[in-house]
């Protein structure tokens, strides 16, 4: 009498993981995307981001297909970073305005006006990634926001949405501008503006406070 053998399901195949020399390839073309982006816009060639990253062009299609792969890439990246320093500045700091002052001045050291040109059309803005990164970054600011306003140090009538504005504003990149250096006077500037966010308030603003999603609004 013959025994048959047992059968047992097959194992779902992993996929396998990145190696490490892919991993750092990818980084470097999103840290050249980004920085030519900054200096040049979102339409700048794709074969000199690849020769900033230090790699060949076809590495750059290997990771990504097309522009507009690179351009969600580099976005996700910047708001991720963006986040990671509201959420450190909250964890670190114990003064609830000198974490908000050193959340802005990070944010606008990443450049993230440079994101507003090529949140443009023909750019899913929908993408469950982008809708997940910008609520993790809406609530990484509001908490710090609601800190420093439980401490009476931040006035009532702001939100996301106005110091987003701010710091788009003032890292926006003005290709062809005359003015030149003008990066140095950003944290200048910036120092002027959270002036204004202090409690309490010298002037009643016109309008309503503007949040996050206000600004993702055609």
Do not use: W
């Not at 990504?64 to 986040?83: G, P, Q, Y």
């Amino acid at each position: 009498m013959s025994t048959a053998t047992p059968t047992t399901a097959a194992e779902p195949r992993r996929a396998p993981r990145p190696r490490a020399d892919a991993l750092r390839n990818r980084e470097r073309i999103i840290a050249a995307a980004r920085e030519m982006f900054v200096e040049e816009g979102a339409m700048v060639p794709l074969d000199e981001i690849a020769r900033r990253a230090g790699i060949g062009n076809a590495t750059l299609y290997r990771h990504f297909k097309d522009r507009a792969e690179l351009i969600t890439s580099v976005v996700l990246a910047v708001m991720e970073r963006v986040s990671t320093a509201a959420e450190t500045a909250t964890a670190e700091e114990p003064d609830a305005f000198a974490a908000l002052r050193r959340f802005v001045f990070a944010a606008a050291d990443e450049r993230i006006g440079a994101l507003c040109p090529m949140l443009s059309e023909g750019f899913d803005k929908d993408l469950p990634e982008l809708n997940a990164s910008r609520e993790r970054l809406d609530e990484a600011v509001r908490d710090l926001m609601a800190r420093a306003r439980r401490g009476g140090q931040l006035r009532d009538d702001v939100d996301v949405g106005d110091l987003m504005v701010a710091l788009t504003q003032l890292t926006r990149p003005l290709p062809g501008t005359a003015c030149p250096n003008m990066d140095r006077f950003v944290h200048r500037h910036l120092q002027l503006f959270l002036d204004g966010l202090m409690a309490p308030a010298r002037s009643e603003l016109p309008g309503t406070a503007a949040t996050l999603q206000d600004l993702s609004q055609p």
